[in-house]
């Protein structure tokens, strides 16, 4: 046996080193080299050639060298399959580099050169996560983002639901409606590309955040690797839908953002990150927090081509205006006092001014003056000045001739944009209490629509609507402000009837003016897997089963025949430990995840029996 036979039959020897095909898993096997894995030395001492080759003994002491090990497995000849070759690679390079012949630094990650299949719903929780590679599985990819059928047209207003007919378009013949879609966020986004690229002006996602335990509705507990993916598959698409001035804004906690940020530099330019805004989301401190109660998210603020993008003021408030006051009557109105010296400056600029009126004035000592001699005389001739009775003189600073609107900070208190527990308290108010986790609050969601500078006709984007905080608040901008912008909202999970359509439908009803159309992916293997995972017995499952091989897509090794000892073999397992769920998973696994949602170019197809009134909207919808 060859050495490298040798060393790989070991390596297989790890579950952790071996996918579904017992193919070997370099990229796995690197990380644990590179983390000095006690499992993995342990392994490799195991064989006595394979520790004579990678050990060094050192007074009666095997010292692994970890760089030489890395060097064999990392070469080209190492792994004979070319396939296996080229998808342990992944990850390594960028733009078609490896990461030694790159000047800048870079994030990367294993599998960064795929496309997540499937999505992030509950049923899914167990299974084992399938990637496609951008250049082995380039076909499949593009099945994956072909433009869906949609179904289930309702449009809903004020006066209650109405069947959509068709759909608005402006003079440019964009879409003109404010949109809510049920179905995978990805696939739903592909599906948008067709006519919306390039047209929207502002995305904002409140994603997973990877945490592992919090009680957010998705699947939430991604590895580190499979969560960038995720969100590098999405990201890639929000570029091509945003608008020239177009911006991006995530909100995170410190789980994530701070390797988000990295992955934002690398597709949206780092030369257009514009902040990272802190909300002071809670007022609070934990006192059962292990280490540190965090009060604060962050939320990451690109724009796609930050010289394009003019950012938009805040509004003042009557606190911002309170020192503003008018004691002699100033035609021009409401002023504040303005210093004329500051803290900068050189003494060779110092000067002593005597105004006509017998005034003398000089900067105090370590200050210096803020407008030259002259300038300073013009401002007295335009009656600029205020003379205080002890003998000090001020500019008069006019509230009518301040910005309209304040520059905006980094850091974003809570009596500004809220907090979670008034979050709570707003969402409980529409829906009841305990409809939905910690939403983002309509405070937030104003903020950033006036920050990213939203106008009339203008696209707002959120496919990670959850309770449809984004939604509801661009509907009462409208209102306040009298002009029209338009949402888009993607929820996938099945909460989007009961929670996302029923909140923005109450907001509807209080404003007592604006609709939306709601629309679904038309579901195929999707509609298999809702019946899987709401089962509560073998023998529906079973029923699910025989269902699937009459009148699904099946992956191409599963054999769509059930044979009797097959059947026997499944309830047999119902009975183990967690049979169900094992059950479940088993189902799932052969369903072919491209062929979740039907295509739209297989929308006349008999056997997806789509109606002629939902043949009607596609075409409305996609401009065909």
């Keep these: 046996m060859s050495f490298i036979t040798n060393l790989t039959n070991l390596l297989k020897t790890d579950n952790r080193f071996v996918d579904d095909e017992g193919e070997l898993l370099i990229a796995a096997v690197q990380d644990r080299a590179w983390k000095t894995d006690h499992d993995l030395v342990k392994l490799l001492l195991s064989d006595t050639e394979i520790k004579s080759k990678f050990f060094i003994e050192i007074e009666g002491h095997w010292v692994f060298n970890v760089n030489t090990f890395l060097d064999y497995i990392s070469q080209k000849n190492f792994l004979d399959n070319s396939y296996t070759r080229f998808r342990n690679r992944i990850g390594l390079t960028i733009d078609g580099k490896y990461l030694s012949e790159r000047g800048e630094v870079a994030l990367t990650w294993a599998y960064k050169d795929c496309v997540l299949e499937g999505g992030q719903t509950k049923e899914e929780d167990k299974r084992k996560e399938i990637f496609f590679n951008e250049v082995l599985a380039q076909d499949e990819i593009n099945r994956l983002f072909d433009p869906k059928a949609l179904t289930n047209f309702i449009r809903y207003t004020s006066e209650g639901e109405k069947s959509a007919i068709e759909l608005k378009r402006n003079e440019q013949g964009v879409i003109s409606e404010n949109l809510i879609i049920k179905g995978n966020n990805l696939i739903a986004l592909h599906s948008l590309k067709n006519q919306f690229c390039g047209e929207v002006k502002l995305i904002y996602i409140d994603p997973p955040y990877n945490t592992g335990n919090d009680s957010f509705g998705y699947n939430d507990n991604f590895n580190h690797s499979t969560w960038l993916t995720f969100m590098k598959n999405r990201f890639e698409v929000s570029l091509e839908l945003l608008r020239e001035d177009g911006v991006i804004f995530v909100s995170l906690d410190d789980t994530e953002s701070h390797y988000c940020k990295i992955l934002m530099d690398e597709i949206f330019g780092r030369e257009n990150f514009i902040s990272t805004k802190i909300w002071n989301s809670k007022y609070t401190v934990s006192n059962d927090a292990k280490y540190v109660s965090y009060q604060h998210e962050n939320i990451l603020f690109y724009a796609k081509n930050k010289n394009s993008f003019q950012i938009g003021m ?55 003056p803020r407008y030259s001699k002259e300038r300073l005389m013009r401002i007295y001739n335009e009656h600029g000045l205020h ?238």
């Design 314 to 368: 805040i509004n003042r408030t009557d606190e911002n205006n309170r020192s503003y006051r008018n004691p002699d009557n100033d035609p021009k109105g409401k002023w504040k006092a303005t210093p004329l010296h500051a803290k900068s400056g050189k003494a060779v600029n110092n000067y002593t001014i005597e105004f006509p009126n017998g005034y003398k004035w000089s900067p105090p000592k370590g200050r210096y």
């Design 387 to 624: 003379f205080n009775k002890n003998g000090g003189v001020d500019k008069k600073t006019y509230l009518s001739e301040v910005k309209q609107g304040l520059t905006n900070g980094s850091v974003w208190k809570y009596e500004e944009v809220g907090h979670t527990h008034g979050n709570n308290e707003e969402l409980a108010s529409i829906l009841g209490k305990g409809a939905f986790n910690n939403p983002k609050g309509t405070a937030l969601l104003k903020k950033i629509i006036r920050v990213a500078n939203v106008g009339e006709g203008d696209i707002v984007l959120d496919y990670h609507a959850g309770s449809g905080t984004t939604g509801h608040a661009l509907l009462d901008l409208n209102i306040e402000e009298g002009i029209n912008r338009y949402f888009i909202l993607c929820e996938q999970m099945e909460y989007a009837e009961s929670l996302t359509v029923e909140r923005i439908k109450k907001v509807i009803e209080m404003n007592k003016g604006g609709d939306f159309i709601y629309l679904e992916l038309r579901k195929y293997n999707e509609a298999f897997l809702e019946c899987i995972s709401t089962a509560t017995s073998c023998k529906e499952l079973t029923k699910v089963w025989n269902d699937m091989t009459e009148g699904s897509f099946l992956n191409w090794y599963v054999n769509p025949e059930v044979p009797d000892e097959a059947i026997n073999d499944f309830i047999a397992i119902g009975k183990e430990e967690n049979g169900l769920d094992k059950q479940k998973k088993l189902l799932a696994e052969l369903l072919d995840k491209n062929q979740l949602y039907v295509n739209l170019s297989e929308i006349n197809d008999a056997q997806f029996k789509v109606s002629d009134i939902d043949k009607a909207l596609n075409k409305s919808f996609y401009g065909e």
